[in-house]
């Protein structure tokens, strides 16, 4: 019976701390006066969200590239669209360039348009027209092979996107009917 009792206080005593905790905790969130010339001290509490960079770009893209394309632009290729998921603005950049010429015997790269007989150059142009494949050079910013660079494609406002297109040139002597890879690291960071 004693043991009933003593547990029973116990659990009074318990309750009447836990809100007299409670009463204080919120009673010092509440507004107070202060007098004229006095002072207090007001306790801020922040937290720091974490920032979330999503972007999405595909991971293949095919490309023809021919001498018979009309213009400086000698390849062929799909729209490429890269999606923003990030409630930030990004950057998105291309860090490294993997080139595999080994379908093209006697081959080599080039970083820009002017290419030699057997050279070829790859890049990324903007789309300026909606659904068209760019015909010049101009704005295409060059792939590097096999060498660590830092190329900013686009950037990107909020759950923005942007649009590019695979652009390049090939010398008189590089061999038809072959292939090649490009492969290209992008990193995506807050702008």
């Known amino acids: 019976m004693k043991h009933k009792r003593f547990l029973s206080f116990l659990t ?6 836990l809100f007299s905790a409670s009463a204080f905790a919120a009673g010092s969130y509440q507004d107070k006066d202060l007098p004229l010339g006095s002072s207090s001290e007001v306790l801020m509490v ?4 974490p920032t979330l960079m999503s972007v999405t770009i595909p ?4 490309f023809h590239i021919s001498r018979s394309v009309e ?9 490429v669209t890269i999606l923003s998921h990030s409630g930030v603005p990004v950057n998105v950049d291309v860090a490294y360039t993997t080139v595999n010429l080994n379908g093209l015997k006697g081959t080599t790269w080039s970083d820009g348009q002017n290419v030699g007989e057997n050279q ?7 789309e300026t027209l909606s659904n068209q494949l760019p015909t010049t050079l101009g704005q295409t910013k ?6 660590p660079q830092y190329l900013n494609l686009t950037s990107l406002n909020p759950y923005g996107s942007s649009t590019l297109y695979v652009v390049g040139t090939l010398g008189a002597a590089v061999p038809e009917d072959s ?3 490009v492969t290209p690291i ?6």
């Open 71 to 79: 213009g400086e632009n000698k390849v062929i290729s799909p729209r």
């Open 142 to 147: 060059w792939l590097q092979a096999n060498s």
């Open 179 to 181: 292939s090649f890879t």
């Open 120 to 126: 070829i150059a790859i890049g990324f142009q903007p």
């Open 12 to 17: 009074v005593v318990l309750a009447a701390a």
């Open 46 to 49: 922040g937290e720091i969200e």
């Open 186 to 191: 992008f990193v995506v960071s807050k702008a």
């Open 59 to 62: 991971s293949y893209v095919p």
